[in-house]
C-alpha cells in the first residue's frame, strides 16, 4: 500500500492517541480520545475526507466522535495501517461545521408534535417556550446514521434536554422533528422511535434515486424557524 | 419475465448488497447467503452480483413468462419444475409456462433463486437489494407478493448453452463445522471484548446458544445466558457491520446480519468472521450455535477456501454450458 508510514514515534506521547480496533477483517474503528465535544467531531471529519481515497478504503463512515473504515479487501499490515492513521490524527487539522445552511420549516405541537406538552413540563417552560428556543438554535450535522438520511444534530440548548422514552412510539411519523436526549433530528422514517416529537416537517431529508441522497451531510449547519404553532 | 404465484411474507429480491451508502445512514441489506447468490450466478454465466429471488417462507411458487434458464441454490428445498425435481444447487432450462415450486427446505433457512441475464430491475444508490425498511430497491421497496411481475434481462447466446448440472453445496464442499447439530461460528474478538470479566468471556465461549425465534434479516438474538458488565456502559454510535456480536445491557446478545442499522452503540464482544457469515445466514431461528476464537490470520486465511470454491465452480459451469 502506498501510504504513508508512521515516521514520528514521540508524537503520540504530547496527546493520547485514538483507540483503533477491528469489527472482524474488513471494518475498523477509530475513535477520537476523550469526551464528546465539537472540535474532536472536526477531526473527526477531517480524517474520514482523507482516509475514504486510501487504497482499500471502501468506505469512510462517520459516527459521534468515531469513524468506522470498511475495507474492500482484509489489510495486509494492520499495525502499518493503524501507526499511518495516529501519525495522520495527530498531524491532520480538523475540519470546521462549513458545510451547507440547512433551513427547515417546522409545524411545530399539533397532531405530529405530541410529546411537545411533555418536553414543556419536563423544563418547567411553557409550549411557545419551547418552540422559540428550538427554532433559535443553530445545529451541527454530526453524522448521518442509523437510517438513510438521519442526521445526529448538536447543539441543542439544554434547558430542552429530554430523555428517550422507554417504550418508543409506535410508528412515529416520518418528518417528525424530534428531541432524544441532548441532540434533536428528524425523523427520515414512519417507524417506532423512541424520541419526543415536538413538531413536524415537510421537508424531504432523503433521495434514494439522488447520487446525492441525503439533505443533511456530516458537517452541515441546520436552522428549525416556525411554520406554524398548533397547541 | 416471470410472474409470482405463491409468495408469504418476507421473501425479496437481494443482490451482493449496497456498498458505499452507509455514510448516507443506509444499511447494506444484500443477500443472507452470499455464496449462494454469487454460486448461481456462477452456474448461469452471470455477473457475480447479479440479482436474486430470496425465499425464506414457503411454499413459494412462481410462473416463467419466457425461455429462461435458471439456477436454485442455498437452503435444500425440494422444488419442481413442471413436474421434474430440481436438486438442489443446480441449473435447469425452464419453458414459457412452466411454474417451478419450492418447498421448506430439509437443511438451511433461505432458497435462492437466479436467472439467466439477471434480474432487470434499477439498481437504486448501486444496487437491486431491496431495503424494506426504508422502502426502495428490489421491486418497489417491497416483499414480492401473489402478480408480481419480475422482469428478467435478455441474453443473447452466442450458441446452444446446456443447462442441466448441479454443484456440490458449499457446505458439504467446504470443511463442515457442525457438532452434534451445533453451529460453529468462528469469531475474532472486538473493541470491548475485554470490559466482560474473565468469567462472562469463559461464559460466551462455552455456551451453546440458541438463535431466538425473534430474529430476522435485522440481526439474531441469541438466548442461553446472560453477559453482564460491572457497570453499565454505553458507546457514542458509531458503525457497524454484519456479523458483529454486541451485547445490549439484559445481557443477551444480538449478532447484527444483511438489514441492521448502520450505527450501534452496545459494547461489541466479538465478529463472525466473513468466512462463516453465509453459513450463520442459513441457521434457522430455533437452531444452536456456539463461538469459536480466531486469530486475525486464521479469519483472513479461512475466506481462501469459500473464495476457491466459487471460483471453481464457474469455471467448471462455464465447461458444461459449453458441451
Given at each position: 500500500m502506498s501510504i504513508n508510514r508512521f515516521t514520528a514515534p514521540f508524537?503520540?506521547?504530547?496527546?493520547?492517541?485514538?483507540?483503533?480496533?477491528?469489527?472482524?477483517?474488513?471494518?475498523?474503528?477509530?475513535?477520537?480520545?476523550?469526551?464528546?465535544?465539537m472540535v474532536q467531531q472536526g477531526r473527526i471529519w477531517a480524517l474520514a475526507d482523507v482516509?475514504?481515497?486510501?487504497?482499500n478504503v471502501q468506505e469512510a463512515v462517520i459516527g459521534v466522535t468515531n469513524l468506522m473504515l470498511v475495507f474492500e479487501q482484509p489489510s495486509e499490515d494492520i499495525a502499518a495501517l493503524e501507526a499511518s492513521i495516529v501519525e495522520l490524527w495527530h498531524r491532520l487539522p480538523g475540519r470546521n461545521a462549513d458545510g451547507k445552511l440547512i433551513e427547515i420549516p417546522v409545524v411545530y405541537g399539533g397532531e405530529h408534535g405530541f410529546d411537545l406538552p411533555a418536553v414543556a413540563a419536563r423544563a418547567g417552560l411553557s409550549d411557545r417556550e419551547v418552540v422559540r428556543i428550538h427554532s433559535e438554535g443553530e445545529y451541527t450535522?454530526?453524522?448521518?446514521?442509523?437510517?438513510?438520511?438521519?442526521?445526529?444534530?448538536?447543539g441543542l440548548d439544554p434547558r430542552i434536554f429530554m430523555p428517550r422514552k422507554s417504550v418508543p412510539s409506535l410508528n412515529m411519523r416520518a418528518g417528525s422533528v424530534t428531541i432524544g436526549g441532548m441532540q434533536t433530528g428528524v425523523a427520515v422514517l414512519s417507524s417506532p422511535n423512541g424520541w419526543n416529537a415536538i413538531g413536524w416537517a415537510s421537508l424531504p431529508m432523503f433521495d434514494p434515486q439522488s447520487d446525492q441522497p441525503s439533505l443533511m451531510l456530516p458537517g452541515d449547519r441546520v436552522k428549525f424557524s416556525i411554520d406554524r404553532i398548533e397547541l | 419475465m416471470i410472474e409470482i404465484l405463491t409468495s408469504h411474507a418476507l421473501n425479496t429480491i437481494q443482490d451482493l448488497g449496497r456498498v458505499g451508502?452507509?455514510?448516507?445512514?443506509?444499511?447494506?441489506?444484500?443477500?443472507?447467503?452470499?455464496?449462494?447468490?454469487?454460486?448461481?450466478?456462477?452456474?448461469?454465466?452471470?455477473?457475480?452480483?447479479?440479482?436474486?429471488?430470496?425465499?425464506?417462507?414457503?411454499?413459494?411458487?412462481?410462473?416463467?413468462?419466457?425461455?429462461?434458464?435458471f439456477a436454485l441454490t442455498g437452503g435444500d428445498c425440494s422444488a419442481v419444475l413442471a413436474g421434474r425435481v430440481v436438486p438442489p444447487w443446480w441449473c435447469m432450462q425452464a419453458m414459457a409456462g412452466d411454474v417451478l415450486a419450492l418447498s421448506a427446505p430439509k437443511r438451511g433457512a433461505r432458497a435462492y433463486l437466479t436467472f439467466e441475464g439477471g434480474?432487470?430491475?434499477?439498481?437504486?444508490?448501486?444496487?437491486?437489494?431491496?431495503?424494506?425498511?426504508?422502502?426502495?430497491?428490489?421491486?418497489?421497496?417491497?416483499?414480492?407478493?401473489?402478480?408480481?411481475?419480475?422482469?428478467?434481462?435478455?441474453?443473447?447466446?452466442?450458441?446452444?448453452?446446456?443447462?442441466?448440472?448441479?454443484?456440490?453445496?458449499p457446505d458439504v464442499a467446504i470443511p463442515n463445522v457442525f457438532e452434534d447439530g451445533v453451529l460453529r461460528?468462528?469469531?475474532?474478538?472486538?473493541?470491548?471484548?475485554?470490559?466482560?470479566?474473565?468469567?462472562m468471556q469463559a461464559i460466551f465461549w462455552s455456551t451453546t446458544w440458541k438463535i431466538s425465534r425473534n430474529s430476522d434479516r435485522g440481526g439474531y438474538r441469541l438466548t442461553g445466558a446472560e453477559?453482564?458488565?460491572?457497570?453499565?456502559?454505553?458507546?457514542?454510535?458509531?458503525?457497524?457491520?454484519?456479523?458483529?456480536?454486541?451485547?445490549?445491557?439484559?445481557?443477551?446478545?444480538?449478532?447484527?446480519?444483511?438489514?441492521a442499522n448502520t450505527a450501534g452503540g452496545y459494547p461489541k464482544?466479538?465478529?463472525v468472521i466473513q468466512a462463516d457469515l453465509w453459513r450463520l445466514g442459513q441457521a434457522r431461528p430455533g437452531s444452536r450455535i456456539a463461538f469459536s476464537e480466531v486469530d486475525y490470520k486464521g479469519a483472513v486465511a479461512a475466506m481462501t477456501p469459500v473464495n476457491d470454491y466459487v471460483t471453481s465452480l464457474r469455471a467448471t459451469a462455464d465447461l458444461y454450458r459449453a458441451l
Open positions: 508524537l503520540g506521547a504530547l496527546e493520547n492517541n485514538p483507540s483503533i480496533s477491528l469489527i472482524g477483517t474488513l471494518a475498523m474503528l477509530i475513535q477520537a480520545p476523550g469526551d464528546f465535544d482516509l475514504s481515497s486510501w487504497p450535522v454530526c453524522a448521518v446514521a442509523s437510517s438513510p438520511g438521519f442526521g445526529y444534530l448538536h | 451508502a452507509r455514510r448516507f445512514g443506509v444499511s447494506t441489506s444484500g443477500a443472507m447467503d452470499p455464496v449462494a447468490v454469487a454460486g448461481g450466478n456462477a452456474l448461469l454465466g452471470n455477473e457475480a452480483g447479479a440479482a436474486s429471488i430470496e425465499v425464506q417462507t414457503f411454499p413459494f411458487r412462481l410462473r416463467f413468462g419466457a425461455d429462461i434458464a434480474i432487470d430491475l434499477p439498481r437504486v444508490l448501486g444496487s437491486r437489494s431491496t431495503h424494506i425498511r426504508a422502502g426502495f430497491g428490489g421491486l418497489d421497496g417491497r416483499a414480492l407478493q401473489e402478480g408480481d411481475v419480475v422482469p428478467v434481462g435478455q441474453t443473447r447466446r452466442e450458441a446452444v448453452r446446456r443447462f442441466d448440472f448441479g454443484a456440490e453445496p461460528v468462528r469469531v475474532l474478538r472486538a473493541g470491548e471484548y475485554d470490559l466482560f470479566s474473565d468469567e453477559l453482564t458488565l460491572p457497570a453499565p456502559f454505553e458507546m457514542r454510535s458509531h458503525g457497524v457491520v454484519a456479523g458483529v456480536v454486541q451485547v445490549p445491557p439484559a445481557g443477551e446478545p444480538i449478532i447484527q446480519m444483511s438489514d464482544m466479538a465478529a
